[in-house]
Structures are given as C-alpha cells and as structure tokens.
C-alpha cells in the first residue's frame, strides 16, 4: 500500500487545518487506519485510528473532542480534522495502514506508512 498524506502546513493557535491521506495500491477497506504525529525529540505518538468501514473512531483521550478522524472508502482516503490548534500539537503528522486490532496504538504493529506532513501552530 502506498500513502500519501497532506493537508499540513503553518497555523496560529485556535486554528483548523484538515489532513488527507490517499492509499493507493491495495484493497483500502481491508485496513483500519491510523494517524500518529511526531515531535522533534519525541517518540511517534498515536493519535487517532478509524476502523474499515468507518464506524468506529478511535482517539488517544487528551485529543478526543478537538480531533476528529474519518474516512471515504470510494475515495482511498482517511481524513483527520484538526480543531482549535495548540502550539504543542506541532509535530509530523503520519497515516498508516492495520490490518489487525483497531485498538492498536503501538507504531510498529503499524503495517504502511505515509510520508508525513508537517504541522505547525503558532502561539
């Protein structure tokens, strides 16, 4: 599977921005995805996973209420909506592919990866 993410850019504090995640390659709802982002200095983090047909989002608790993860299986596409931004949600932002456990917040059970996109909030 090949992932392509984007969306991420520079933003001030109490913004929005909306990452999209494009799969190509494979069968897209034969996976749950994911989204997990990193710091400088910072492990990979997880942040959010949706299950294959998009009933089921799943949040790391500090950010349930501001993100909001979903998906578009006719469009190969996993979303991750960013609401009111704090400087410390600065990091890489990455989509990944499961094809085990929604529940899996461990990067490495993690099967593909996109390539990242950078956010930026400014205070």
């Known amino acids: 599977v090949q992932l392509q993410a984007s969306g991420g850019g520079l933003v001030q504090a109490g913004g929005s921005l909306r990452l999209s995640c494009v799969a190509s390659g494979r069968t897209f709802s034969d996976y749950n995805m994911g989204w997990f982002r990193q710091a400088p200095g910072k492990e990979r983090e997880f942040v959010a996973a949706i299950s294959r047909i998009g009933s089921r989002p799943f949040y790391v608790g500090s950010l349930k209420g501001r993100f909001t993860i979903s998906r578009d299986n006719a469009k190969n596409t996993v979303y991750l909506q960013m609401n009111r931004l704090k400087p410390e949600d600065t990091a890489v932002y990455y989509c990944?592919?499961?094809?085990?456990?929604?529940?899996?917040?461990?990067?490495?059970?993690?099967?593909?990866w996109g390539q990242g996109t950078q956010v930026t909030v400014s205070s």
């Open positions: 990944a592919t499961n094809s085990d456990s929604l529940y899996i917040r461990n990067a490495s059970l993690y099967d593909y």
